[in-house]
């Protein structure tokens, strides 16, 4: 569970934790992504796994036009930029779950048949549900995509230089607009991932980003904003902390051990355990 | 200071656009206040009630043949064939917005009476402000047990709640125990708003001073991002019987865990809720063969009813869903209430009361297998008897109580 | 001190005064209780948005985590109402004291965070205590606490349809908050938050006072958003976790401000003013389709409104006058 929370937290990662940009929208992402998945299963039979491509790059289109229409405004606000950027995203997750109960109704959907859907595959009596198998795997390989991407590209470069300064990437000719649209549309993209695995175990319906959203967030604090790395580690320490909370407290106070863990974290070490900023 | 005329120019056109409404209502027209979530989590709920209420309002104010009060003749005889309007709000499952929306209703569109909410929460406000103004309360599909112990004068519920839910499942399980099915351990397993913490507690009291033995009570908290942690508890306690309180959302992600963690259960005993919505089972159905659930309604009665069939062919037009545990308790609710204001002959909240107080419905002018609607001094209705129903091939039948019963449980479960 | 500053904070006194004069009046003309009861909760938001203001908006302290002291402030008072019988007006005050001092020991660790970091720990903390509060069995749990409501009484300060002494009450707690921002501002504190937002080397210097100086700011929001918390529950009439301690408080304390404008006098009343009547007007007459269509109008104005007025709705007012008053705020800070 902690890598599919690891999975869910990569684009949020590169969003929120890379460009420095707040993304209150992001659990609406992944319940677009979601409903995408679910859409292409039930009109054309896709398995989420197949559909999985088409709806990440569906998402990246979504994710760079969300940015041009919208967030980049939202930037170039001088005076109090964060509360900007916190409302807007947050205005438009609203837009978005209202547009989704306008246009799918609030009807709960899940994908009753699928490849992986309820398979299981146990091990010395442990047992591996293989949805959540793939779902690791996607977000390992989502993980080191990221941080190669990163770290070894020119774009990579470019995003880092345009965070920490916009005026001097623009001197050499770096479109910051571009840089930025493209990273947006990579972190949608990434959620799209996630919502497509998410789609085969989970339930579907306007208001589920909420359930996703705040561990995604404290996934990547807990890790620390910048760090790819760390928002892996992240994922899968709240993973941890949530199995272990679960056994020791009434389950329903499990959530408390991964906020407890956060507080811990961030009152020995302000910026997360890999942050750089 | 912080009210600028704007404000209060917004609230008085406000106001005036409505008082052509209200005026309206008095002279040939009743007016019922519908409170339900239409935006939100649960707004599936609040939408499927409309629909149900619909249903409903068409028996009332149409000419139907029906053998259910006011389905005869237009309206409500009793005053004038006057026709019933609703007027819905939305609570968005925020007590106080279901408060506000309560006083709305009362105070702008002059309603003779509230029905709603779904949610518990929303209920004990809305309810609060319904005595005070004393417009009857119809709770028609609240089942939390500490809403008419509340001493409220204006309050009704026909249908049953939680506990004499429960009572039912454990009824059904000393019947199941003399046939010498072995039934020693439960494992509850609720959710952490009011409906989920009532049923449990309804469970473990219930369990206790029948002596069967709870190996594992989990709560869990509602919306969870995950249930591994919790099914793996229940996997290790593996009680001959599995209790979930559950809301649809948390119903879906428990069944698909429990099969991905291979967890198998004797038997579900299931608290309706999640577990009578055909979203459930049209997601997950496949696992559930088997699967008990509590409920208020069933189709099988259409087999002695034929109206029951008739009636739930009308709602499947509008909503192209079959009426559930939900949806058939809202229909009826507001038939009650309707048939209580023709009675009153007044739309005068108290007297509406009263007739309320007097209702006495026999079971077989309902869509329900209960036994008749009586108010006690309380507002509940201790004559409508639960049924239990089991998921056999894709459908309900009614297993128990006997009498209501048209085939034999099969336990354990597939 | 500087002329022009002392004639602005004189002129906004006066106009405050008015205002309040003028709503004071108000229930004389609006009799409809529903129109009322949308005026009561715009003040209440009012006073808990100007309350947040104070650390947010003054200190730069962002938080999204205020739900908590709303919902302690809600609990102490109902809690010690119907289990040992003090009266609310009692109770009101203990929850202010309970929160202020749970907002300072908070603040000790928190103020060391930065950023995205800080923001995060707040909502983290709210959910702390709106778990902890569902799962604890004596303060009701997810049950919740239903106050008895037996008639009109000030004593304890419940009314069974009459709603203006919960209009007075909500107006004098949003004057309160009100008064106390408008004299912070011209305290050593809104000198030091000035002088810090101006320039962030100067926190440096400036260390230790600074410091305390939040602490204090983060006590007196605490307490005020508590009172208020308080207000709401005795108004409701009932509470359970959800209903007060939810993520949504927390986001409706900080639109009003944002909306009007952050870290401004009036920022947080404009923006109440606008966003309260509006939420319970786009609810009532088109929220019972059930479509969404409600939230689609609320979002959109909520993105329209960041986007085109980053400095909020007080923006427009001063734009005229803009050049004077980055003037008088440059001299008030240097003064």
């Not at chain 2, 009263?354 to 001094?377: N, S, Y």
Request: hydrophobic residues 50%.
């Amino acid at each position: 569970m902690g890598l599919l929370y690891g999975l869910i937290a990569v684009g949020l990662a590169l969003i929120f934790g890379l460009m420095d940009v707040t993304n209150f929208a992001h659990g609406e992402f992944l319940m677009i992504a979601m409903y995408l998945s679910f859409f292409l299963f039930a009109f054309f039979a896709i398995d989420p796994l197949l559909s999985a491509p088409l709806v990440a790059a569906a998402m990246f289109v979504f994710g760079a036009v969300v940015y041009l229409l919208i967030v980049r405004f939202a930037m170039r606000a001088k005076t109090n930029a964060g509360m900007v950027q916190i409302f807007t995203t947050f205005g438009l997750a609203i837009v978005m779950r209202g547009l989704a109960q306008f246009f799918f109704t609030p009807d709960y959907r899940s994908i009753p048949q699928s490849w992986l859907g309820g398979k299981t595959i146990s091990f010395a009596g442990i047992f591996l549900p293989e949805p959540q198998l793939v779902g690791a795997l996607v977000s390992i390989a989502a993980f080191a995509g990221l941080y190669f991407f990163i770290h070894r590209t020119d774009f990579g470069r470019a995003l880092e230089a345009t965070r920490e300064d916009p005026g001097a990437v623009a001197l050499v000719g770096i479109d910051k607009n571009r840089v930025f649209a493209f990273g947006w549309g990579l972190g949608a993209g990434l959620v799209g991932l996630a919502g497509a695995i998410m789609a085969v175990f989970f339930y579907i319906y306007p208001d589920v980003g909420a359930s996703f959203a705040l561990i995604a967030y404290v996934t990547v604090a807990l890790g620390g904003f910048g760090s790819v790395f760390g928002a892996f580690a992240g994922g899968i320490i709240v993973g941890l902390v949530e199995a272990v909370t679960a056994l020791m407290l009434p389950p329903s106070l499990k959530s408390v051990g991964i906020y407890a863990v956060y507080l811990l974290v961030v009152f020995i070490r302000p910026r997360g355990l890999f942050g750089s900023m | 200071m912080t009210i600028s005329r704007r404000d209060v120019l917004l609230g008085a056109t406000a106001t005036a656009a409505l008082v052509p409404l209200a005026a309206r209502a008095q002279t040939s027209e009743v007016v019922i206040g519908v409170i339900y979530p239409f935006s939100g989590g649960s707004a599936q709920q609040g939408v499927d009630a409309q629909k149900a209420y619909e249903t409903a309002l068409e028996v009332i104010n149409k000419d139907t043949d029906f053998d259910l009060p006011l389905a005869k003749g237009e309206g409500l005889p009793g005053l004038g064939g006057a026709k019933v309007r609703l007027v819905f709000a939305d609570h968005q499952a925020d007590p106080q917005k279901g408060r506000a929306e309560a006083e709305r209703l009362i105070t702008q569109e002059k309603v003779s009476a509230i029905i709603g909410t779904y949610q518990s929460a929303v209920a004990v406000t809305v309810s609060q402000i319904c005595e005070r103004y004393q417009i009857p309360f119809v709770s028609a599909d609240n089942s939390s047990p500490s809403l008419h112990r509340r001493g409220l004068k204006y309050y009704f519920r026909a249908a049953p709640h939680d506990e004499m839910y429960s009572a039912a499942m454990f009824d059904f399980f000393d019947a199941l125990k003399k046939k010498g099915t072995k039934i020693e351990t439960l494992a509850l397993f609720h959710e952490d708003t009011i409906f989920g913490t009532d049923s449990g507690n309804a469970q473990a009291k219930i369990a206790g001073e029948r002596g069967y033995k709870i190996v594992s009570d989990i709560k869990y908290r509602a919306n969870s991002p995950s249930l591994s942690a919790e099914v793996q508890q229940l996997k290790t306690a593996n009680a001959d019987v599995l209790m979930p309180s559950s809301y649809t959302t948390d119903g879906i992600l428990l069944v698909k865990t429990m099969a991905e963690l291979g967890y198998k259960p004797n038997a579900i005993v299931a608290q309706d809720a999640g577990f009578s919505e055909k979203a459930l089972y049209d997601a997950v159905g496949d696992k559930l063969e088997g699967v008990i659930s509590r409920g208020t309604f069933s189709l099988d009665l259409a087999q002695k009813r034929p109206m029951v069939g008739k009636i739930n062919e009308m709602f499947k037009a509008r909503s192209g869903k079959d009426f559930n545990d939900l949806t058939s308790r809202q229909f009826m609710g507001l038939i009650i209430l309707a048939d209580a204001i023709s009675r009153a002959k007044s739309t005068d909240g108290e007297k509406i009361r009263d007739a309320l107080a007097a209702t006495d419905i026999p079971g077989e002018q309902t869509i329900m297998p209960w036994k008749r609607v009586k108010f006690d001094e309380m507002g509940q209705n201790n004559d409508a008897d639960p049924v239990l129903l089991q998921y056999v091939g894709g459908k309900f039948v009614t297993i128990f109580p006997p009498q209501a019963a048209i085939a034999e449980a099969i336990w354990p479960m597939k | 001190m500087d002329k022009n500053f002392a004639a602005r904070r004189r002129r906004d006194l006066i106009v405050a005064g008015a205002l309040a004069t003028l709503a004071a009046l108000a229930p004389l003309f609006v009799k409809d209780v529903y129109v009322q009861n949308i005026l009561i909760l715009t003040l209440m938001y009012a006073a808990l948005s100007q309350s947040w203001n104070i650390l947010s908006g003054y200190c730069g302290q962002i938080s999204l985590g205020h739900a908590l002291y709303f919902g302690i402030g809600a609990y102490t008072t109902e809690l010690l109402f119907t289990k040992f019988g003090v009266l609310p007006w009692f109770g009101m005050l203990a929850g202010g004291g309970i929160a202020a001092l749970i907002a300072m020991g908070l603040g000790y660790p928190f103020f060391r965070l930065r950023g995205h970091y800080f923001v995060i720990a707040t909502i983290v903390i709210a959910e702390i205590g709106l778990l902890l509060f569902q799962n604890w069995e004596w303060a009701g749990a997810a049950m919740g606490i239903t106050i008895p409501v037996r008639g009109d009484s000030w004593l304890k300060f419940q009314f069974l349809r009459s709603k203006l002494p919960y209009f007075y009450f909500a107006l004098g707690l949003c004057c309160l908050a009100w008064f106390v921002t408008w004299w912070l501002e011209d305290s050593k504190w809104g000198f030091w938050w000035r002088a810090v937002k101006d320039n962030p080397e100067a926190a440096e210097s400036l260390g230790v006072v600074v410091f305390n100086s939040k602490m204090g700011a983060a006590a007196v929001s605490a307490f005020l958003v508590a009172v208020g918390g308080a207000f709401y529950a005795q108004f409701l009439a009932y509470i359970d976790p959800e209903s007060v301690m939810g993520f949504q408080f927390s986001l409706l304390m900080a639109l009003p401000a944002v909306l009007g404008g952050i870290g401004t006098l009036w920022g947080p009343v404009l923006g109440a003013a606008i966003l309260i009547p509006m939420t319970e007007l786009t609810r009532s007459y088109i929220g019972g389709s059930g479509r969404g269509v409600d939230l689609i109008v609320y979002g959109a104005l909520i993105v329209a409104i960041s986007l085109a007025l980053p400095q909020g709705l007080v923006s427009l007012f001063s734009r005229a006058k803009a050049k004077n008053q980055v003037k008088n705020q440059v001299k008030g800070a240097t003064r």
